[in-house]
Every structure is written in C-alpha cells, then in structure tokens.
C-alpha cells in the first residue's frame, strides 16, 4: 500500500495563482521528497525535507512538514504553464523496507 | 555529467516474446533501482541494488521478471515471456549514499505487449 497520499488527485488554476499540493503519509519518516514528472518523461526530484525540518524553500516552491499530523504540502507560488506536470510525494521511512515509497500523484495543469 | 540512461526508449512486443530492459546509472551511485508506472497501479518498485547486490525484490510480480547487476554501470530487466499485462513504463533510477536519499531517474522505457 502506498504510504504517501496526495491531495487533490487533480488542480487546475490559471497562470499567476499559486498551486497547493498535500500529502499524508501514515508511519514515521526520516524524510519526504517532491518529485515532478512532466507528460511522458522520468520523475525529476525537486526538494527533500528531513523529519526534524519543518519547511523547506526552493525558488518559488515552498514545502512544510508537519510530523505530529503525518502531512506536507507543496506551495508552487506564482505558477506558470510550465508547472504543468503530476507533482509526487515519496516518503523515506525504515518501517518500509528502509526506501522510498511514492503517492499516487496530483496531477497539475497551469491554464496560460 | 550523463543522467541515467535507459534503453531502449520504447518497445512493442508480442505476448511470449522476451523483453530486455537495460539502465546506466549515475557513475558514483550506489542504488539502483527499477520501477514500474501505469494508470492503475501508479509508481511501483520492483527491485533495489545496493553495490550491485540485490536488496529487496519482493515488489517483482513474478518469475517471469528477473534482473540483474553484472557491475556497477549496467543493469537489466528481464522478462519472459512477456504478457498483455506487463505494459507499463518502467523507470530505472540510482542514488547516492542510502537507498531513501534523493533518487534520479530516467527517462523510462514504455513498453506495450500485444
């Protein structure tokens, strides 16, 4: 079973708004990852926050991590039509088999 | 510095035919890893090496897959015989110092059997 949960499955918002991405996990973690996958190619990770941090900055993506409600979220402030992609959440936890386990998604698509 | 590369990009095949997948990773990696993507099932690890060594199989569907590590810069995934249902993308992907740490991957291989 997966042990990361996105949320929603699917956002669709104009150019210029910001995008927000949520996931939940159920088992301690040591870190939770966001990976981007565009139509059609490999996953590209994006940010790695480790169990003890509790929010991550990358140029306009911002990430938080929440470990008393098993959550993070992914803020794409600013978006643009080329943040069109399904945006993933991996989880690194030593109750699974020491290794990364990936949500189901949350599909992205940016209206010019 | 070369990502990971797979090949062959994408591959049509009849049900029973053997099906070859081949990965390079990252030179300096220690992890490799072979995952496979549809619709239904989402991302799914079958398999993970560590120095070459199989870890942790138990994601691999059946007998007919099998994969192998021969050195640290080649890596393959068998099946045979292949069946309608092993369509999917599969994704090779290697990391640096623990198998949780960040994970590069690459561009996949979308694979349809008839």
């Known amino acids: 079973s997966q042990q990361g949960e996105e949320d929603p499955q699917a956002l669709s918002i104009q150019e210029g708004e910001n995008a927000t991405m949520n996931c939940s996990y159920k088992?301690?973690?040591?870190?939770l990852q966001w990976y981007r996958q565009n139509s059609g190619r490999g996953l590209v990770h994006l940010i790695l926050?480790?169990?003890?941090?509790r929010e991550k900055h990358s140029g306009r993506l911002r990430v938080t991590l929440d470990t008393s409600k098993k959550s993070s979220s992914l803020l794409i402030t600013a978006s643009r039509a080329a943040d069109t992609a399904s945006y993933f959440c991996a989880t690194g936890s030593n109750n699974a088999g020491n290794m990364l386990t990936f949500g189901g998604g949350t599909r992205l698509m940016v209206k010019p | 510095d070369a990502g990971v590369i797979q090949s062959p990009r994408h591959e049509v095949t009849e049900m029973g035919q053997e099906v070859t997948l081949r990965c390079k990773p990252i030179?300096?990696?220690?992890?490799l890893f072979w995952y496979r993507q549809t619709m239904m099932r989402g991302l799914e690890l079958l398999i993970y090496f560590n120095n070459n060594v199989p870890i942790d199989d138990s994601g691999m569907p059946e007998d007919r897959f099998s994969a192998k590590m021969p050195n640290a810069s080649f890596s393959t995934l068998k099946i045979q015989p292949s069946e309608p249902r092993d369509s999917a993308v599969y994704f090779c992907a290697s990391s640096y110092l623990a198998a949780q740490e960040t994970q590069y991957f690459g561009p996949g291989t979308r694979l349809l059997v008839l």
């Open positions: 030179s300096g990696h220690d992890y």
């Open positions: 088992t301690s973690i040591n870190n």
């Open positions: 926050i480790r169990s003890n941090e």
